[in-house]
């Protein structure tokens, strides 16, 4: 079976840093794009960034990020490991939500990351930005 799990949320002051960690079983990243959303109190669910390590025929490495996180959050793999991470820096109260992983079957990365129905998601780790 597949299963995700998402961990590493937790309280943070505005401008610092959280890194959360999304762990992989049942299958290998080569064949899946995996994406990290969150979800705020009261909003939709979004679409934070997402990583393909393989288009199937070369590593490929690619990332995207939403506008909101660009340039203060990375997404990153180990794919010995079967983790994927989100290194989240100068954090702002508006990226207080909760965080979930979620793995879709495809190899590369689909230019429709953000609304595509993903596979399996894994449980959500609260991420909290407050002074």
């Known amino acids: 079976d597949v299963q995700l799990q998402a961990f590493g949320g937790g309280f943070v002051q505005p401008g610092g840093s959280l890194r959360l960690s999304c762990s992989g079983s049942?299958?290998?990243?080569?064949?899946?794009?995996i994406g990290w959303y969150r979800q705020a109190p009261g909003k939709e669910r979004e679409g934070v960034s997402c990583?393909?390590?393989?288009?199937?025929?070369?590593?490929?490495?690619?990332?995207r990020y939403a506008d909101s996180v660009k340039d203060r959050f990375t997404i990153s793999s180990d794919n010995a490991k079967n983790m994927v991470y989100l290194q989240m820096n100068s954090l702002k109260p508006e990226d207080t939500a909760v965080y979930y992983c979620?793995?879709?079957?495809?190899?590369?990365?689909?230019?429709?990351?953000?609304?595509?129905?993903?596979?399996?998601w894994g449980q959500g780790t609260q991420v909290t930005v407050s002074s």
């Open positions: 979620a793995a879709l079957f495809y190899m590369g990365l689909p230019s429709d990351w953000r609304t595509r129905e993903y596979d399996y």
């Open positions: 990583l393909s390590v393989s288009d199937g025929s070369t590593w490929d490495g690619s990332t």
């Open positions: 049942g299958f290998t990243l080569d064949y899946y794009a």
